[in-house]
């Protein structure tokens, strides 16, 4: 099987400026390779100009949300050598990829849609009584070459542990007080009729917070661009998906000990107040969630990391399948499932494996945790 390089860990510490500015250093070829990658947009018709006014057009967005995050940007263009429009590019490529396809947005599906299929187990369905938390994050192959692995230590809140493409403030993770997430791609006919913040700087402030009651109330409350899902759970045993529109958010509980999400409304309320719009480009979407479930129902009650490990290696109707060999989507893009996290919080473990369809080799990066959470390990072991 083919070696792939595992994804490098970027150590940060210090104010957001200075953090930039490490970041930048460290990971500067793999930020130039992200911004390359979004530069031109998702169509012939768009220009990197207009590619570079739309993510100036955020700086305003990200500043009233939080301006650190900004010095932390402008650190991460000093370091990398590239513009501040360049790191705002990669941390709303989301929305600008979807900005620069002509209109009608909203009656036309998605050129560039994310994939991904992501499962939490709670404690009472799992050998350890731990909870697991997961993902296959599919997207563009090229990106197995720009992601990083950012281990950030605050004086200012819990340290954070987060998968991200680079240049990015985060994308999947945990912190130090036993919070996790993971985000999935959905599409509504709600999207782009009104300016949110990009969802990077969303995941990033949810990993920022002590208590998972405010992550959940950022995740809830804060508007958005366009729909997308989260996955948080806690250490402790708790986990609820959030099936986020624009300006509404639908609530999914986990179902026999587990909640398993792919690329498609499941809230009830959610189908009956708005249109999916993503079936029309992923609709593998929807048995991917099917298969993962049934795959760990078998075990159920016994369910370890390697049991996940082994549904999101699932091939079935490959290579539309939960675990993506690289193929062209339906815009002829080349697509794979570009990592597969594994997540054991109350440990403070994050096994991945980039391009897992043709790489078994797993990285694991580790976060120290806090002593309440420690306990929770502890006490599971007991």
């Not at 031109?40 to 768009?46: D, V």
């Not at 955020?58 to 932390?72: C, R, T, V």
């Not at 290696?313 to 675990?323: I, K, R």
Request: aromatic letters at 6%; charged letters at 25%; glycine letters at 6%.
């Amino acid at each position: 099987m083919e070696r792939i390089e595992p994804f490098p860990l970027i150590e940060l510490s210090g104010a957001p400026r200075s953090r930039g500015l490490q970041y930048g250093t460290q990971a500067r070829d793999r930020i130039r390779r992200s911004v390359a990658l979004y530069a031109g947009g998702a169509t012939q018709e768009s220009s990197p100009e207009q590619v570079r006014r739309l993510a100036t057009s955020f700086l305003p967005q990200i500043e009233a949300f939080d301006p650190l995050y900004l010095e932390e940007m402008r650190g991460m263009a000093e370091g990398a050598g590239v513009e501040l429009a360049d790191i705002a590019l990669v941390n709303a490529r989301t929305e600008i990829l979807r900005l620069t396809q002509p209109p009608p947005k909203i009656t036309v599906p998605d050129k560039e849609p994310d994939g991904c299929t992501g499962a939490v187990l709670l404690p009472q369905v799992t050998a350890s009584g731990r909870l697991l938390h997961g993902q296959n994050w599919d997207w563009r192959k090229e990106c197995a070459d720009t992601g990083v692995v950012l281990r950030i230590r605050r004086d200012d809140g819990p340290d954070i542990l987060t998968f991200t493409e680079a240049g990015g403030l985060a994308r999947s993770g945990m912190n130090a007080a036993g919070i996790a997430v993971t985000a999935n791609y959905l599409s509504s006919d709600r999207d782009y009729t009104q300016k949110g913040v990009p969802l990077a700087l969303i995941r990033r402030k949810l990993l920022e917070t002590e208590h998972v009651a405010i992550a959940m109330r950022t995740v809830y409350c804060t508007p958005k661009s366009t729909s997308n899902n989260l996955m948080i759970s806690h250490a402790g045993g708790f986990a609820l998906n959030f099936e986020c529109a624009p300006d509404e958010t639908f609530l999914v509980h986990p179902q026999d000990g587990m909640l398993v999400h792919a690329n498609h409304f499941q809230s009830a309320v959610a189908l009956g107040k708005l249109k999916d719009m993503g079936i029309q480009t992923t609709p593998d979407s929807l048995y991917r969630d099917v298969r993962v479930r049934e795959l760990l129902n078998k075990d159920l009650g016994h369910l370890t990391l390697d049991h996940l490990r082994q549904a999101f290696f699932d091939d079935f109707a490959t290579p539309w399948s939960v675990c993506r060999p690289p193929r062209l989507t339906l815009e002829s893009n080349l697509s794979a499932t570009v990592a597969m996290l594994l997540m054991d919080p109350a440990r403070g473990h994050l096994e991945i494996a980039p391009l897992p369809a043709i790489n078994r080799q797993f990285t694991r990066y580790t976060l120290d945790m806090q002593a309440s959470v420690l306990q929770y390990a502890h006490e599971r072991q007991s």
